[in-house]
């Protein structure tokens, strides 16, 4: 009878640590899993990120200046993620214009990318013409009159975001996320691109003005010595009211 029951306890014993082992098994493939699921969606998210870029170099080419952003009040509406008509002063940040690039313009995580444009370049430029957006990074900002246009998703989190669902997600708090806002955003203007945290999660980039100024060259665009003073009609034909 001890003998028996001597057995049955080591084998309790056993099943108890063979348990263990599987839940430390199970909780490490699954933190693997997790690990895995946010590279793939950062590596989606920069995917979607190059694909407006090339998007807004190609507009540039073909239209001789950069599209508005789209308004992010128009949210639902017909013309939502058409480029405004108009981008002057702060108006030069909103989302991407993905209805008039033809693009999908959302992140892994379906929430629409914010964009802003620097006001000169959304006219025909000249060759001297400057940026005027600050970009923040860990280090070693750019010029702000260096940079033509930003680009940047919201997200895991998606505070500040507005949704495929066209609805606005949780209002950030965070310092940074704050100033990234792509409406409801505080001025002086500022898109930070600094290193992912627990709090801040924002992913973008920007491109220099002499990236923009280059492509219009190449696609035969005569650019005066100075800052045109007329926009290009065609550039946001396709642009909302």
């Keep these: 009878m001890t ?27 699954l933190l ?90 959304t006219v025909t430029p000249g060759k001297t013409s400057v940026g005027n957006i600050t970009v923040v990074l860990d280090s070693n900002d750019p010029a702000t009159d260096a940079v033509a246009f930003a680009l940047w998703s919201h997200g895991a989190n998606g505070n500040g975001a507005i949704s495929v669902q066209n609805t606005l997600r949780s209002t950030p708090t965070d310092t940074n996320e704050i100033s990234n806002r792509s409406a409801g955003f505080s001025t002086p203007l500022r898109v930070v691109l600094r290193t992912q945290s627990d709090s801040f999660d924002d992913q973008g980039l920007y491109v220099s003005r002499y990236v923009v100024l280059k492509q219009l060259m190449d696609a035969g665009f005569s650019l005066s010595d100075s800052t045109s003073s007329s926009a290009s009609s065609a550039a946001n034909s396709s642009a909302s009211p």
């Design 3 to 29: 003998s028996a029951r001597s057995a049955a306890g080591f084998s309790l014993a056993e099943m108890a640590i063979t348990l263990l082992i599987i839940t430390l098994l199970s909780a490490g493939a």
């Design 32 to 121: 693997t899993l997790r690990i895995q699921t946010e590279h793939g969606r950062f590596a989606q998210t920069q995917a979607a990120l190059l694909e407006a870029k090339q998007a807004l170099l190609a507009y540039a080419a073909a239209q001789g200046a950069l599209p508005c952003p789209a308004d992010p009040a128009q949210m639902g509406g017909a013309s939502f993620g058409a480029a405004r008509s108009t981008c002057s002063g702060d108006l030069r940040r909103g989302l991407l214009p993905w209805r008039t690039l033809g693009v999908q313009g959302l992140d892994a995580w379906d929430q629409y990318l914010s964009y802003e444009v620097s006001n000169n370049f």
